[in-house]
């Protein structure tokens, strides 16, 4: 079992930063690729970024370039760095491990997940 605990969202302007953490406890982390996602206001859950046990990132092509995905196994914690805010970045934003490998992007891949933490984009 893993336990996933997001953090650090909140309200802020377009353009603006926000830094996500997700805590994991009750298995070892360091093992395990992790991933991001996010479930807007009316759309379906869709895939923000993943990172492999050995650092290798993935990312969705809307969060490209201003996102970055990493992790410290010595705190079990992995992070997600926002930058260049939107509104169309507005969700609840959800950490998983990842457990399958057909497809990073598919939440089938995953089965322990967090509670979600509220990221709220104004323009």
Known sequence: QMQLVESGGGLVQAGGSLRLSCAASGSTFSRYSMGWFRHPPGKEREFVASIT?????????????????????????????MNVLIPEDTAVYYCARRVRFRSATSSNDYDYWGQGTQVTVSS
């Open 53 to 81: 046990s050995n650092g290798t990132t993935y990312y969705a092509d809307s969060v490209k370039g201003r996102f970055t995905i990493s992790r410290d196994n010595a705190k079990n914690t992995m992070y997600l760095q």
